[in-house]
């Protein structure tokens, strides 16, 4: 009887170390989807798996047997080298402001997210912008396409980037003076997922043989594409405006922009505490993200935004689109009330400064390929309906007297004849649709500046 319970009193540290690792791998990967960083659950489950880490030494040095010292000084042993490479770690975190959030990036996540990281996030927000890009910064990576991160659409091509930034912190390949013509908007003109010299203003520039600056930045909306415009676009004394509209969520920025605003302090505060920048929520936040399954298939609200090619050299490719199309609601209508006043403001502005102002619509993937995919029994695109939206932006445009330009025809007609002029799983353009804007734009510019 006593071997036998001196058996049971040797096996229960093992038990014990077992138990604690078992816990520490469910801190790890149980959790919300997807996993956030920063927060206070963190904070709880970092304390957690210290906490299993301490249990679990002690454990596994019973085990080995020995006096409590001992026992004791062979769990500090095992944990004091652990304890000291994350101190040193944090150490930059809370003595020189640096941000694990860049260098920790989480599988999958979305490019507009990480260079929007890419700033100095210690810093105050821009109170007009809100968020700006890094002034002469470079971000490399890859990505999934949005849609995956959205909509749950099964991982397919891994996107690289490389992304590099001029002084004032937009993508431009060299550093402009000045320049004829300016293209202000957002994500579509920012286009991270496409080379620099596939980008439509490098292509404008190249074909007319004139400087032409890109103004755009991911996440902008109206009212921060008309500070752009004067705090970087009329300095470059330019003769044409290129301000961009884009469909999908331009109106709903205009809309909400102020409650953003207001937003800003709280949102700083949050983003620049020593958790959210810590290694420790970093590093876990990553090891959670690449722990997690990634779908073998789409997800039921990705097959309901999505449908599949019919015809041309694009046939059997499966498109998913960002935005569901539907009537204008209340916000939408709102939203375009503040961008008449802002384009009004904007062709003001460049009146005075003696730059013509042109409108350009950029229409939603759904608006471009609609007619072009055939969808799945139930699949709630099928349903959808095309706002609008062209004929209240041509009725505005003629109230500002601003002349516009509207890509859906052109796009569609190349869609139906030509490469996808979007990624299938992004809601951006590629470079085929680049080169196809800088065609309609570069034509219109040549007529314009004679």
Known sequence: ?????????????????????????????????????GTARDGWRLAGLWGGAIVFSLAFAAAVGGGRRRVVGRAGAMLAPVGVTLLLLELPVLFAGHDWRRVLPP????????????????????????????????VTGTTFGDCVSWLGAPPGEAYPYDVRYDTRGYRNAR????????????????????????????RMGRSLGRDVANLGVGGYGPQQELEVLRRHGLPLAPRLVYWCLFEGNDLLDAARYEERRAQLAQSHAKQSGFLIRSFGANALAALRGALRPRPAGDARRALDHSGVVASGPAAGTRLYFPYPAGPLGETARAGLERIEETLAAAREQCRAAGAELVAVFIPEKFRVYRDLCRFDAGSAAASWTLSDLPERWGALLGRLGVPGIDLTEPLRRSAASGPLLHFADDGHWNAAAHAQVAARLGADAAARLR
Not at 10 to 24: C, E, G, I
Not at 108 to 136: I, K, W
Not at 179 to 201: Q, Y
């Open 1 to 37: 009887m006593v071997v036998a319970g001196s058996r049971r009193s040797r096996f229960v540290p093992w038990l014990a170390a077992a138990a604690a690792l078992l816990a520490m791998a469910a801190l790890v990967v149980v959790g919300e989807e997807p996993p956030e960083r």
């Open 107 to 138: 599988a999958g996540d979305d490019v507009f997210v990480r260079l929007r990281r890419a700033a100095d996030l210690t810093r105050d927000g821009d109170p007009v912008l809100l968020h700006t890009r890094p002034p002469s910064g470079r």
């Open 175 to 202: 550093e402009l003076a000045k320049a004829d013509i300016v293209v202000i908007g957002d994500s579509f003109i920012e286009a991270a997922l496409v080379a620099t010299d596939d980008l439509l203003t490098e």
